[in-house]
């Protein structure tokens, strides 16, 4: 059974709507940090996926290493973010969190989880449970999709980019095929 294609044009627009909303909280939530919502995703990536290549992680953001790189000397600025030799490869650096960038992301998402914990305070338990599975089952398709033979693992070289889709260059969500939209914005 397959997805039709208003389905899917809603659902790509629930989807901006869901992230400029998410980003509308995270800022609102800002005022307990000093690092941007940037830096704090290029922390979650790093968490997530341990000790990895800058090429790695630009290709996991989809961002271009030039972008990173202003990021990357920012967090180890801080303290966050410590280089070690890769021993597979001693020209190359491997990325990971210091335990100051530990501690960050850990209260990161204590904060976070409590600010949707407050936000979702008329929700029922099963209701999370149900929105949690439903953003993993979809979360787990689109990275399928971006990188179809498996060829993104946490921490591996260099993994391919996302492929562009027309909606994408154009800011087009799906649902409304002459406006466009700040896509730079919705991607980040």
Known sequence: MSVGQHTAAELVHHIFDLQRALRGVTAAGMKYS????????????IGEGGPM???????????????????????EQYGFVVRSPDPLDGRACLLSLSGEGEKYLAETYERRAETLREILSD???GEAEAASQSVQHLT?????????????????????????????RTGNDGRHPHRTTEIMKEER
């Open 123 to 125: 929700w029922t338990e």
């Open 34 to 45: 000093e690092l941007g919502p940037a830096h704090t995703g290029v922390l979650f990536f």
């Open 140 to 168: 787990a398709a689109l990275r399928s999709a971006a990188h179809p033979h498996g060829a993104a693992q946490a921490g591996s070289a260099d993994p391919p980019r996302a492929p562009r889709t027309t909606a994408h």
């Open 53 to 75: 290549r800058a090429s790695a992680l630009a290709g996991r953001l989809g961002i271009g290493p030039s972008a990173l790189s202003r990021q990357l000397a920012d967090l």
